[in-house]
């Protein structure tokens, strides 16, 4: 059974965290030429050697706050005074960008933020894996889009939403046909409104863990929508038509929670 925090210690835990946790958004994500990595599981270069393909990369092997994780209902306590999420996204320019293993949409104006905890994020980015990573229950869903957030003191924070098969995304149908000439320097795509990102619900899990590609860095706050939303076939293959070779699977395999707390917000229903 896993241990949890005294939900009043918790949220303070959060607020404080990240004086303790700071991390360099632009330094912590590699780019796939760099030092090459893959999600072939077998391959030695897949996932479970990632910790042993370059010394800086240690940590995805001897973390102890690793993501993704399997989000069990029996594990995660229910806390509502964690509060909702309040986005103040913007439209702003924006590139898409083709990183190899992954395509991304990078604003290059300021695209507003989220409000987690009463601290403020800076949307930076949003990517896609698929598969999804992060498995409710045991059950892994068909895509899965990360919005990466920092704060003034380079903290991150990621925003996950999973997908299932169904009706087409329209934020993703955007840049559907630029998909094949996007490069990893960026090819704008003009000015894009965060806000066409849906959330579809309230609730969500929270957790502390790391990024799910090399170097793993750790100390990063995870939000996780509990809402699936939809996604078709056609937009998850354009995705995996446009990545490197290798990498049209580029999920990382969850990982162990090691003693750590994962939280739900829930919201109040009043009688």
Not at 22 to 30: G, L, R, T
Not at 43 to 63: A, F, I, S
Not at 89 to 103: E, K, M, T
Not at 202 to 217: A, E, M, Q
Request: glycine share 8%; hydrophobic share 35%.
């Amino acid at each position: 059974m896993a241990r949890f925090l005294n939900p009043d210690v918790y949220v303070i835990f959060l607020l404080f965290t990240s004086l303790f946790i700071a991390i360099n958004a632009k330094d912590n994500e590699v780019d796939h030429n760099e030092h090459p990595f893959n999600y072939l599981g077998r391959d030695k270069k897949g996932p479970k050697n990632w910790g042993h393909l370059n010394p800086k990369w240690k940590v995805c092997e001897t973390g102890k706050m690793q993501s993704p994780i399997d989000l069990l209902d029996d594990r995660v306590t229910v806390l509502p005074r964690l509060g909702t999420l309040r986005r103040n996204y913007r439209p702003a320019p924006a590139v898409l960008r083709n990183r190899g293993h992954d395509i991304s949409v990078t604003w290059k104006g300021d695209a507003g933020g989220i409000k987690i905890n009463g601290v403020e994020y800076k949307l930076l980015q949003v990517h896609w894996h698929t598969p999804s990573e992060h498995t409710l229950n045991g059950t892994s869903f068909d895509m899965e889009m990360h919005l990466v957030h920092n704060n003034s003191r380079g903290d991150l924070a990621v925003v996950g939403i999973l997908y299932k098969v169904g009706r087409h995304d329209t934020f993703l149908d955007k840049f559907v046909k630029n998909l094949k000439s996007a490069t990893a320097e960026g090819l704008s795509v003009g000015v894009v409104d965060p806000w066409g990102i849906k959330f579809g619900g309230r609730k969500y899990f929270s957790y502390w863990g790391s990024l799910t590609i090399p170097p793993c860095t750790e100390g990063v706050l995870w939000t996780v929508l509990k809402k699936v939303r939809t996604v078709s076939k056609a937009q998850i293959q354009a995705l995996r038509d446009a990545v490197d070779d290798g990498f049209e699977w580029n999920s990382r395999p969850t990982q162990e929670l090691k003693g750590r707390n994962v939280y739900m917000y829930e919201p109040k229903i009043n009688p």
